[in-house]
């Protein structure tokens, strides 16, 4: 059974059709990239899929159960907006924990400031940290409370290019560490082959699956190599192609 | 402290070059406060000025906060309520006197009615549009972590929206002293609003009229400082 299911999914907003006939299999532990234009519904794919919206059509599935409501198996990571201005690092890492006890808390926190690259900066308020960092705040927040799946939607949109490769190589460590399942939407070819295992690239509006590439480099994946160039090469004249249509 | 000391300065020298006989010198106005406190009146009035600002403006607090916050909340509530509050909105405080005259009588309610009033409009709005401006993202994240809406109340909205709350409660505090010493002025014996007007009228006593009016300016700057510190302190979390 795979981890995440999505059937015959569509969407739409009044009379504007934001998806059409999306079908996928997510396997448990797999990184994939949903990659597309501006306003393909790449993002309103992964609101459905978080249970934050209800499709229009078809239905999104996790370990074979309908997706009826926001969960905290299943963690959303934003843009570093996302985290708490008003609590110190460790205690929007504990966020979510509320249900454990002081020590597993203790212990939890702990573990994931240090994944995450934050130690030292237990006591800090976001408005001290820089972009990366609070986006590895927002990272942490979501690993605390072990979900089986992580939503992310362009969190590195914000940063500046180098701190991205640096916020992209970390992302991929802190996968291979903790073995999650993981959804990626993003607009960056570059971005979508350097850390998926798939690739699902989707048409403009309406959304539609118009490939879905295995990207069959093993991790550290080398920028140069031909078999990397030839396969951002492939999806970048599948964009092309949709961007003609 | 020294700025004070030359406007003073200014002062008396203004009254003495003008020759005035009816405005008085600084001397002069310390000298009449000086009077009063002596009749154990100026503390008197200072107080119960303090007791009917705060009982009026402690109520709007109380009933501002979660009415703004409900009707940022609950859409159609807002939608049926915002309407009124916008109608109500501009008409002065003061131009309730007349009503609050007839509900409360000449007592110490007409005036806090009338602070009550002042303080309340602006907070219920800055309320509403505290808990319409909480970033959605911070909402999203409270339900995907699983937080029920008391929960989410409690360890998001409040701390969300407090700062832009706190700074509308020092504004509605410097709207409600400003009510008080007008109200003071028409429907009470005592207080400070009350000493400005008495003492023109009972005796031309310009110097307690500009005193009055000094301890005015000073108890709501001490009163508006102390706000700023606490708003301060929270805004910084």
């Known amino acids: ?245 | 402290m020294a700025a004070v000391l030359v406007l003073a300065g200014l002062w008396q020298l203004a009254v003495i070059m003008t020759g005035a006989t009816i405005f008085p010198s600084p001397g002069d106005v310390i000298r009449g406060l000086g009077e009063l406190a002596g009749r154990g009146i100026l503390w008197s009035y200072i107080g119960d000025s303090l007791v009917r600002v705060m009982s009026g403006y402690l109520a709007a607090v109380l009933l501002g906060i979660p009415l703004g916050m409900a009707l940022g909340w609950f859409p159609t509530l807002g939608r049926i309520v915002n309407p009124i509050i916008q109608l109500l909105r501009p008409i002065s405080p003061l131009a309730w006197m007349p009503l609050a005259v007839i509900w409360f009588g000449v007592s110490n309610a007409a005036p806090i009615f009338l602070i009550f009033l002042a303080a309340l409009f602006p907070i219920v709005v800055a309320s509403m549009n505290a808990v319409h401006n909480i970033p959605p993202m911070y909402l999203q994240a409270g339900r995907n972590f699983g937080l029920s809406t008391p929960r989410l109340m409690a360890r998001v909205i409040v701390p969300a929206t407090l700062p832009p709350i706190l700074v509308s409660l020092r504004i509605a505090f410097g709207v409600a002293w400003l009510v008080l010493v007008a109200a003071e002025m028409i429907a009470v014996d005592s207080g400070l609003g009350y000493l400005i007007i008495d003492a023109r009228n009972a005796g031309k006593r310009y110097d307690l009229v500009v005193g009055g009016m000094l301890l005015i300016g000073v108890v709501g700057l001490a009163v508006d400082s102390m706000f700023r510190l606490v708003a301060d302190k929270a805004i910084e979390n």
Request: hydrophobic share 40%.
């Open chain 1, 1 to 245: 059974m795979s981890k995440v299911e999505i059937r015959n999914l569509s969407m739409r907003f009044g009379i504007t059709e934001v998806l059409r006939d999306i079908n996928l299999s997510v396997r448990e532990g797999e990184f994939v990239c949903i990659l597309g234009p501006s306003g393909c519904g790449k993002s309103t794919l992964l609101n459905i899929v978080g249970g934050f919206v209800q499709p229009s059509a078809g239905e999104a599935l996790i370990d074979g159960v309908p997706v009826s409501g926001p969960d905290p198996r299943r963690i959303f990571v934003f843009q570093e907006r996302g985290v708490f201005p008003w609590l110190s690092v460790e205690e929007n890492v504990a966020f979510g924990l509320f249900r454990l006890s002081d020590g597993e808390k203790r212990e939890r926190v702990a573990r994931y400031v240090q994944l995450v690259g934050l130690a030292g900066f237990e006591k800090a308020y976001p408005r001290e940290l820089s972009g990366g960092m609070k986006q590895r705040l927002e990272v942490a927040r979501a690993l605390a409370v072990h979900p089986d799946v992580l939503y992310l939607d362009e969190p590195f949109g914000a940063l500046d290019s180098i701190t991205r490769l640096q916020m992209r190589r970390e992302l991929l460590r802190i996968w291979q560490a903790e073995k999650k399942t993981i959804l990626f939407v993003t607009h960056d070819i570059e971005e979508s082959v350097q850390l998926a295992d798939r690739v699902v690239v989707l048409s403009a509006r309406p959304g539609k699956i118009r490939r879905v590439l295995e990207i069959d480099i093993p991790h550290p994946r080398d920028l140069s190599a031909p078999r990397y160039i030839e396969l951002r090469d492939i999806i970048f004249s599948e964009i092309g192609l949709a961007h003609q249509v």
